[in-house]
């Protein structure tokens, strides 16, 4: 999903940044870019800066100062296992310090199962996230559509939920 709004706000002539541990897969990159020219590609800056991501969101600070993006993607922000990394929160609020207040930050990362049973679902680094007054969408899967699809879920809100399928090109409406 956070590959389609990058090639959204490139294709109506903005800049990305897009901060990551490893460089998204390239066949699905390949995919849902397709639709982009080649030269609007360089509207695309993909820093990816390993395990130092509150460094790699310095950096997006920096350049941001000066390239003004329409877009920022911190992309799988928090480990998989153990607490969000403080530095890394750190420097997101920095970052949001600086960016025009326009420009939303798109931060990625992995759902993992409600051991206290209380739901189905729990976002890494709510807290922090809270702290910060994130909005959090939760996109999960569900089974049983025709001919064995998968489905998407997107909670974008208490009381607000959209259908999708994912295909070559991105998500789209059921």
Request: glycine share 10%; proline share 2%; charged share 20%.
């Amino acid at each position: 999903m956070a590959m389609q709004f990058a090639r959204d706000a490139m294709l109506e002539g903005g800049r990305v940044i897009w901060i990551c541990e490893t460089t998204p897969d390239s066949m699905r990159f390949s995919q849902i870019f397709d639709s982009v020219e080649v030269i609007a590609l360089a509207r695309l800056h993909l820093h990816a800066c390993g395990e130092a991501l509150a460094g790699g969101i310095d950096d997006a600070r920096k350049l941001s100062t000066r390239l003004t993006p329409q877009l920022v993607i911190i992309d799988d922000w928090t480990p998989r296992i153990g607490q969000a990394d403080k530095l890394a929160i750190k420097s997101i609020v920095e970052l949001q310090s600086t960016l025009d207040s326009k420009c939303p930050i798109l931060i990625v990362s992995a759902l993992y199962g409600d051991a206290s049973g209380e739901g189905e679902w729990k976002v890494r680094g709510q807290a922090a996230l809270d702290k910060i007054s994130a909005t959090t969408w939760l996109l999960t899967i569900t089974s049983g559509g025709a001919g064995g699809v998968q489905k998407r879920i997107l909670n974008v809100g208490d009381d607000e939920q959209y259908q999708l399928i994912i295909g070559d090109d991105g998500f789209s409406s059921v």
